[in-house]
């Protein structure tokens, strides 16, 4: 087991503890506000590009067949919640995702994972390059693009947007961090993550 590993087991194990109380009010409020489960489950693409399910709580109602394509929510997306809302503005559905790091599929600090019809964008020599490091619930790109939501709102075809405009800017992020990766960046960055989030 490496520093890496060892550093986030002994960070989530002890949260996954704190934080159980708050994991049940969330789940609560979800199974009040709306039908459906408590966790919203997605295939993602981890390290070395092996796919995985990651965690989140649920925020969206279920979606109906003219929905299922929509990989991205923007601005006051109507499939959002009330309580998917607020849980969204403070990042409290990824919360769930500190399990997807006690099972070894993320990292609390890597490059964000992104769906495969993503990665597929990916320029080939970039996606061995970031793929090389464990994914993460945090990193330089997240900070950035803490209301990414909210930038694409105003857009008439956010998808595009995404791909063409914020993803070559993530990537490059990506690849910033797979350079300058150390145990005290992963600190540092994890710092930044909760200072933008509340402040």
């Known amino acids: 087991m490496n520093s890496k590993r060892i550093f ?13 109380p708050l994991f049940l009010l969330i789940a609560l409020w979800i199974k009040l506000d709306s039908r459906g489960t408590v966790f919203f489950l997605q295939t993602r693409i981890g390290q ?8 989140k709580f649920r925020t969206m109602r279920p979606s109906i ?15 959002i919640t009330r309580s ?7 990042k409290l559905d990824e919360l769930a995702q500190l399990i ?11 490059p ?25 619930i945090t990193d330089y790109a997240s900070i950035e ?8 709102a105003s857009s008439q075809q956010p998808e595009v947007d995404y791909v063409d405009k914020i993803l070559p800017i993530k990537l490059a992020y990506h690849q910033q961090y797979v350079k300058d990766q150390s145990l005290w960046l992963d600190i540092t960055l994890i710092f930044k993550t909760l200072k933008r989030i509340f402040y």
């Open 145 to 152: 693009f803490c209301n990414e939501n909210e930038l694409l």
């Open 112 to 136: 964000r994972p992104e769906v495969p019809e993503y990665v597929a964008h990916y320029p080939e020599s970039i996606k061995e390059c970031v793929l090389s490091v464990p994914v993460g």
């Open 65 to 79: 067949p003219s929905e299922e394509g929509l990989k991205l929510t923007i601005g006051r997306d109507m499939r």
């Open 8 to 20: 986030d087991v002994s960070c989530v194990l002890p949260a996954l503890i704190l934080l159980s």
């Open 84 to 90: 998917g809302h607020f849980l969204r503005r403070y």
């Open 100 to 110: 997807n790091v006690l099972k070894g599929d993320m990292s609390l600090v890597g």
């Open 48 to 55: 070395f590009g092996k796919p995985f399910k990651i965690i």
